[in-house]
């Protein structure tokens, strides 16, 4: 699968044979290069100019560094390789996970089965009433709250 952004460039995916397997042709070097960017390992997009976003992650990435799990972490700057707005990227975490960017509770859950140690609270978000919930109270409360200290921040200078 072409990840959204190489997708949305491209119009539609483009498949060539290579090696007896199906993979996707990107003829242009500049999207090949984003595309093979994007499918290196799980991925992690978040905003670094949020204390709280940033202490989060930083526990990710020692636990993942610690684990030695094929994690990467990318900060807004790094946002245009994703194809996604800075202003958009800022608003929720997004994870790229097996070909797919995920946003907002799906995002962490994704990046929560990756790390042995909060694999459990993957599944736990995965249950339909808690999983509901979750996502209603990040969508709903945490991530406008979290985005509009990001622009509280930004107007201050």
Do not use: K
Request: hydrophobic content about 45%.
């Amino acid at each position: 699968m072409i990840v959204p952004a190489v997708q949305q460039s491209l119009g539609r995916p483009i498949l060539a044979v290579f090696r007896n397997a199906l993979v996707p042709h990107v003829p242009c070097p500049a999207h090949r290069a984003a595309y093979l960017y994007l499918m290196e390992d799980t991925r992690v997009l978040y905003n670094d100019s949020c204390p709280v976003c940033s202490i989060e992650i930083e526990a990710y990435r020692r636990r993942a560094v610690q684990d030695g799990l094929p994690l990467q972490f990318d900060t807004l700057d790094q946002a245009a390789r994703w194809g996604i707005p800075p202003d958009q990227a800022a608003r929720r975490l997004h994870v790229l996970h097996r070909g797919q960017v995920l946003s907002g509770v799906p995002a962490f859950r994704a990046l929560w089965g990756e790390m042995p140690h909060l694999q459990w609270l993957a599944r736990l978000t995965g249950r339909p009433f808690i999983g509901a919930a979750a996502v209603t109270l990040y969508d709903q409360i945490l991530a406008p709250v979290l985005y509009w200290m990001h622009l509280r921040r930004q107007r201050r200078g």
